[in-house]
């Protein structure tokens, strides 16, 4: 099984806590902590930790999938409301007033 160390800010950002509060956390659930050669402590989430970890990277791809087809979208509208202007362009037309 991989192992995942965050640092506290990592944790408190994908529990949406503070860092202090994430801090609590570790030592009540007992995770194996250490500091890291940068300088930085880090704790090793355990299973559940890992859970709320793969279920937070599963959303962020949802929410990129639904950026790109709202871009995907816009794209289109943009490129109706372009699609005269294209035309007498190409027809060698001037548009008048």
């Known amino acids: 099984m991989p192992q995942i160390w965050m640092t506290y800010e990592e944790l408190a950002g994908m ?9 609590e ?3 009540v659930e007992q995770l194996d902590r250490k500091i890291s050669r940068d ?3 880090r704790a090793k ?3 559940s930790l890992v859970a709320v ?3 937070r990277i599963k959303t962020m791809d949802l929410d990129i999938d639904h950026a790109v087809e709202e ?13 005269p202007r294209r035309l007498a362009s190409w027809l060698g037309l001037r548009k008048v007033g």
Not at 71 to 83: C, N, S, Y
């Open 71 to 83: 871009l995907r979208h816009v794209h289109g509208l943009l490129e109706q409301a372009d699609r």
């Open 15 to 23: 529990l949406d806590c503070t860092v202090a509060v994430a801090q």
């Open 25 to 27: 956390r570790a030592r």
């Open 53 to 55: 970890f793969i279920a």
């Open 39 to 41: 300088g930085k402590k």
């Open 45 to 47: 989430l355990n299973a």
